[in-house]
């Protein structure tokens, strides 16, 4: 799933160490987000926003990934 983790871990000149530490994971579970490897739980997800003063909604795209979910279902 597409976030916008790095980019507003960036703009905060927060390393995903940090980042972690804030929302008690470790630094890899950080890094697999951003890679869009791996998918934040909802409550994790909620813990990120908070720290960048987002919504969820906002922080994972949701309306973006819906449509590409959307549109990868039309075309099975």
């Known amino acids: 799933?597409?976030?916008?983790?790095?980019?507003f871990r960036t703009q905060a000149k927060m390393t995903q160490?940090?980042?972690a530490d804030l929302v008690h994971v470790s630094?890899?579970?950080?890094i697999?987000?951003?890679k869009e490897q791996y998918s934040p739980?909802?409550?994790l997800a909620y813990?990120?926003?908070?720290?960048?003063?987002?919504?969820?909604?906002e922080l994972?795209?949701?309306?973006?990934?819906?449509?590409l979910e959307d549109k990868h279902y039309e075309e099975l």
């Open 41 to 43: 739980s909802l409550m």
């Open 47 to 57: 813990r990120i926003a908070e720290v960048f003063h987002v919504t969820v909604e």
């Open 17 to 19: 160490q940090q980042l």
């Open 32 to 34: 697999s987000i951003e």
């Open 1 to 7: 799933m597409k976030t916008r983790v790095k980019e």
């Open 60 to 67: 994972c795209c949701l309306k973006e990934n819906k449509e």
């Open 27 to 30: 630094s890899r579970t950080i």
